[in-house]
């Protein structure tokens, strides 16, 4: 059978800030321009926000430039910042840092605590006023090339195949997306965008990119405990000083909060468990006393880029460009991303419009990193650019150094820090590490992960291809559970790998839950051997977030 095809202007694969950031900065220039131009946007979730996770507290910058009355349109930024507040937490007490001592990068004056989810699905309502044609539930499968080598487009992934990939009774074929250019905006760790960074060897001369996993709960909480806009960040306990990580609590509308924990994945102790030390996280005294009485109504987890402005990829290639966390848009100092996304996303937008204007296709976009380097954006990645090579010597002494780095020198240290060591390739032996025990959850602050599995609303349909793919089915035992004690038991959040043996315990075989998995992508980045290949399941499957 032969795929079906569709041609446009631009093809969008993602439908988070950037993606959608792109497509209404394209709709907008050709409207100015009294041109019409054929945008398409696809997005893996069921519907666009579905798959959005993010802490998250937005700094409004490029959305007033993208959008400059956002406000009047009713998008969903409905609580300032009222409050910071930092603490170094030991495991029983919590030291205030006060905001004087905070680097700029640490204060909030003028942001929004968020549900990114909220605002994608504002955004996509603006993007289809617009003109622009989005398909949710359509995953981007496959990369498509012209004659030349060029990108021309996207497949999206087949419906209907049964585990051993033959065809079901309801399969149905993908459908080819064609593109004079194609923007890839599949967030970090993006399966199709890890390809293109391959074959067109965009990430010669840069350092590994550097990666965190975030969980995150949100809380119905006690109105009399609720203070709208207050955001609170903290370092230290539950983590070792030589491990990064730390916690939030955001105060959003209607009593909710989001807590969270980030837990950088360049740690070197195998026996860690991100998800365990979030959820040790929240017995903080500081932390509990918001969330006793209250009631847990959301769960998720996902992968985010922190290596700043060393580790960005090259953005184009012929065909197309990376934006957004594809590519590695975040300021992890600020603990900030989606102003960078739609800011990248306007930008290559930009450069598209004057590439299509002058009749042109399928080459390289240059103008989008060279307007990259003249924007504020650029400016702003520079002067964080060493936070995250100074947290990776420790949170006392990185604190110090990236304090002297932003209080003293203002971001223009005469020097730039690297990491040349992938996160994967951090993890030590297991026999060279000290086990943790982690306490039991106790159902009330605390859970297990397949309730908050459950809470994800998470869904994959049993009879398909497994999504996780093994490049070796012998690792997982021979090298993985031998030498570092089976890893990926434990950074998954969601359960989904598991060692089972036979009634005399011999026997080890690791079984794959694939059903529970949230699309995080930490397996496939924190896998010791890189043994683990994500690729798209079926479109529409996943978790659907709901205010996340």
């Not at 398409?40 to 409004?60: F, N, Q, R, T, Y």
């Not at 009222?82 to 204060?107: M, Q, W, Y």
């Not at 590490?433 to 106790?442: L, M, R, T, V």
């Amino acid at each position: 059978m032969q795929r079906e095809s569709m041609e446009f202007d631009v093809v969008i694969v993602g439908g988070g800030p950037a993606g959608l950031a792109a497509a209404i900065r394209l709709k907008q220039l050709a409207a100015e321009n009294g041109s019409d131009l054929g945008v398409c946007l696809i997005e893996k979730g069921a519907e666009i926000g579905a798959h959005i996770l993010s802490g998250a507290v937005m700094d409004p910058r490029a959305l007033n430039e993208l959008l400059p009355n956002w406000q009047e349109s009713g998008a969903p930024l409905n609580a300032p910042v009222s409050e910071d507040r930092f603490f170094i937490l030991s495991e029983t007490g919590a030291t205030k840092v006060p905001n004087s001592l905070l680097p700029n990068c640490f204060h909030n004056e003028g942001n929004y605590v968020i549900s990114l989810g909220n605002v994608c699905r504002w955004l996509g309502e603006q993007a289809e006023a617009l003109g622009v044609e989005i398909y949710p539930g359509f995953a981007g499968a496959e990369v498509l090339f012209d004659e030349n080598g060029a990108v021309k487009g996207v497949a999206t992934g087949d419906m209907g195949r049964l585990h051993d990939g033959s065809e079901g009774p309801n399969f149905q074929m993908g459908m080819e997306l064609h593109g004079k250019y194609t923007f890839f905006a599949e967030g970090c760790r993006g399966h199709l965008g890890k390809q293109l960074e391959t074959k067109f060897n965009l990430r010669d001369g840069v350092d590994p990119q550097t990666y965190g996993i975030g969980l995150k709960e949100l809380w119905e909480i006690d109105p009399d405990k609720h203070q709208l806009g207050l955001v609170i960040h903290s370092g230290g306990w539950p983590m070792q000083p030589d491990t990064y990580g730390g916690g939030f609590l955001y105060h959003l509308e209607n009593n909710q909060i989001a807590v969270g924990f980030v837990v950088g994945l360049g740690y070197s102790n195998p026996h860690l468990a991100p998800y365990e030390e979030f959820q040790r996280f929240k017995t903080h005294p500081e932390i509990r006393k918001f969330l006793e009485g209250g009631k847990r109504i959301a769960y998720g987890a996902r992968a985010l880029t922190a290596g700043g402005l060393q580790s960005l990829p090259k953005l184009t290639f012929p065909g197309g460009v990376l934006i957004g966390d594809d590519a590695g848009f975040l300021n992890a100092a600020r603990i900030k991303g989606s102003h960078c996304a739609i800011k990248t996303g306007s930008l290559a937008a930009e450069a598209c419009f004057e590439a299509l204007t002058g009749e042109r296709q399928r080459d390289e976009l240059t103008a989008y990193p060279e307007s990259f380097k003249n924007s504020w954006l650029h400016d702003e990645l520079h002067k964080t650019r060493n936070f995250k090579p100074w947290m990776n010597k420790g949170l006392a002494l990185g604190s110090i150094m990236f304090g002297i780095d932003q209080v003293v020198l203002r971001g223009k240290a005469p020097w730039t820090l690297h990491n040349r060591t992938p996160d994967h390739a951090k993890l030590k032996l297991a026999s060279e590490c000290q086990p943790i025990a982690y306490p039991k959850p106790d159902g009330v602050i605390t859970f297990d992960r397949l309730s908050s599995v459950f809470l994800s609303s998470t869904n994959h349909e049993e009879d398909q291809p497994c999504h996780l793919q093994l490049k070796d089915a012998s690792v997982p035992i021979a090298v993985n559970l031998t030498q570092y004690d089976a890893p990926e038991q434990r950074f998954c959040p969601a359960g989904v790998y598991e060692i089972l043996r036979d009634e005399s315990g011999a026997n080890p075989r690791l079984q794959i839950n694939a059903q529970n998995c949230v699309h995080c992508k930490t397996c496939d980045i924190k896998d010791p051997t890189q043994n683990i290949n994500w690729v798209v399941p079926q479109g529409g499957e996943g978790p659907t977030y709901p205010n996340m």
